[in-house]
């Protein structure tokens, strides 16, 4: 469940690559991290050049952990209002968009072998309940970490929106729909239920976080539970492609050949 770092195009190219981040970089130097970071000097009455972005970052997270495990409102949370916890949620989104989400095209093909192996487990299900058999693996559990599951959740196009988060449009997406803070909660989980509604008419219902959920480019009243073979349809480029060892092959100069 640890593709990615079995895709030598992504380590190279993202993971071990400082300038795959640069727009994350852009933001840290950025007017909304600067006013975040100069009200915590403030606070703290402590010179602004004792603050950094990571200790800013650290804080952030001891503040969140302990309100997760312990319902503890720390003297962390205190160094920060709500405008700055937007600006650190987006410092956070713009991190995973560029490592694991839409970023890179490299990040969901990473996921390629995953969602083949997804798909396979869909088609031999599908195939015992047409042919009338039991079916002998009713459900498939696979565990692995956020870092899993955002390539994939990118590749099957879930939460996309019409413009890259880039380190200059914090203003304009406000309202974006790449919120990590709602697609990767802890325990996040993403479950895709096949049900059968009788003769071939098998339809697919996506679930993430326990919430349905609309597979991205399916429209209409059934967008949330289509039929199987128009999810596969709309997959098909993938299902056909997407080949894990091709995708993560790293591309050779002329003169390397």
Request: aromatic share 10%.
């Amino acid at each position: 469940m640890r593709f990615f770092d079995k895709c030598t195009r992504f380590v190279q190219e993202v993971d071990n690559n400082p300038s795959a981040l640069t727009e994350v970089d852009k933001f840290k130097e950025g007017p909304e991290m600067r006013r975040v970071q100069e009200k915590i000097t403030d606070r703290l009455r402590v010179p602004y050049c004792l603050i950094t972005h990571d200790m800013t970052e650290a804080a952030v997270y001891a503040c969140a952990y302990e309100f997760a495990i312990n319902a503890v409102n720390s003297p962390w949370c205190q160094l920060f209002d709500e405008d700055d916890a937007k600006v650190m949620e987006y410092a956070s989104d713009l991190r995973e968009f560029w490592k694991r989400g839409y970023g890179h095209d490299i990040n969901s093909k990473s996921s390629c072998i995953l969602f083949h192996d997804v798909f396979s487990q869909l088609d031999k299900a599908a195939n015992e309940i047409k042919s009338g058999q039991q079916v002998t693996e009713a459900v498939t559990v696979q565990v692995g970490h956020a870092e899993t599951l955002l390539p994939l959740l990118t590749l099957l196009g879930f939460f996309k929106d019409s413009e890259a988060l880039t380190s200059t449009n914090y203003a304009t997406q406000t309202e974006r729909s790449f919120r990590t803070s709602h697609m990767l909660p802890y325990a996040a989980n993403l479950v895709l239920v096949l049900y059968d509604c009788g003769g071939s008419d098998l339809r697919l219902q996506p679930l993430l976080n326990e919430k349905p959920v609309a597979f991205s480019g399916l429209t209409g009243q059934q967008a949330s539970m289509p039929l199987y073979q128009d999810v596969k349809e709309h997959y098909r480029e993938l299902l056909h492609g997407c080949d894990f060892e091709t995708e993560c092959q790293l591309f050779k100069h002329p003169a390397e050949v």
